[in-house]
């Protein structure tokens, strides 16, 4: 059976930390590994990964993906209050035409304390 | 752009009612598709569509119809609700990239249901 599983389930860290989310996942046919913050509303797009090795930025946030050993992780340096939210990762699996779909993990939920 | 619109925000059922939550979008994306969030359980993929008139069953469809005559709307329907469907619900729409359906979805701002 498909499934994402993220860690930690929560965490609690001063602003100024840097905080490392992980998502590993088991999956038939990977296709893409996505991203998403959701604070306390609908979920907001990150990132998409496909290949192995390649960094994506976006200000203080990156993340890389390790097709081998079937994992991701978001990196958030000097971190902000505005950064507490619940991280997701999403795994799109599938084989071509429309028997894609995204498998969702729990989420990560990360209070950032002033 | 107004995005991913869904209405209501809130909405309170009695066992055995009917309603459809709708679900909207203006940016021409092929794919949509309708999740329930609840404590725990992340996001469940209820149904999908990948253009209009077609439509397929996600990971839990029991107790929701849903319809895409319009590429625009993509409303999802409860039959005869009841507690279990109390939870959040989010439309989320995607461009379809290639073969790909499914990449960097935008999702509306969600419907808080509750069923006494």
């Known amino acids: 059976e498909d499934k994402v599983v993220q860690s930690p389930l929560s965490l609690v860290v001063h602003e100024g930390d840097t905080v490392t989310l992980n998502c590993s996942y088991e999956v038939t046919n990977f296709r893409s590994l996505l991203w998403y913050k959701q604070e306390k509303k609908a979920p907001t797009f990150l990132f998409m990964l496909?290949?192995s090795g390649i960094e994506k930025k976006s200000g203080r946030l990156s993340s890389i993906l390790d097709k081998k050993e079937l994992f991701s992780i978001l990196n958030i340096t000097a971190t902000q209050t505005g950064d507490s939210a619940v991280y997701l990762c999403?795994?799109?699996?599938?084989?071509?035409?429309?028997?894609?779909?995204?498998?969702w993990g729990l989420g990560t939920s990360l209070a950032v304390n002033p | 752009n107004a995005g991913v619109t869904q209405t209501p925000k809130f909405q309170v059922l009695k066992t055995g009612q009917s309603m459809t939550l709708q679900c909207a979008q203006d940016?021409?994306?092929?794919?949509m598709s309708w999740y329930r969030q609840d404590p725990g359980m992340g996001l469940r993929l209820i149904h999908y569509s990948v253009g209009a008139g077609i439509t397929d069953q996600g990971e839990v469809p029991n107790g929701y119809n849903v319809s895409r005559s319009t590429t625009e709307d993509f409303p999802l329907r409860l039959l005869s609700a009841a507690p279990s469907q109390t939870s959040v619900y989010f439309c989320?729409?995607?461009?379809?990239?290639?073969?790909?359906?499914?990449?960097?979805?935008?999702f509306g701002p969600g419907t808080r249901l509750t069923v006494l």
């Open positions: 999403a795994v799109e699996a599938g084989n071509a035409g429309n028997n894609r779909k995204l498998i």
């Open positions: 496909t290949s």
């Open positions: 940016m021409n994306h092929e794919y």
């Open positions: 989320a729409s995607s461009y379809r990239r290639g073969s790909a359906n499914v990449n960097e979805q935008f």
